[in-house]
């Protein structure tokens, strides 16, 4: 699947999610923050490659099952999807 390009106004609010997702002073619960990787990795990088880590490695099999789960998902829409969750978030 080719994506579209993405539009500046949405990158530069993407990437201003990123650097305000860095400063909360609370931090998320971890399937928030699992669902939060899972679309920034889609947002930023599309679907999922590579293969799946094995089942010893219990922080990255989360993590990439999270951004998985997300294939198919336009980048464009994870990278909303983020923006809003990220602003959603308590300070």
Known sequence: M????IPP??????DAAIAHSKTLT???DNLTLLQLYGLYKQGSAGDASGERPGM???VARAKWDAWAARKGMPRTEAMQSYIDQINA???
């Open 26 to 28: 609370t931090r998320p």
């Open 89 to 91: 978030l308590p300070e």
């Open 9 to 14: 106004a949405l990158q530069a609010a993407f």
């Open 56 to 58: 010893t490695d219990f």
């Open 2 to 5: 080719t994506d579209s390009p």
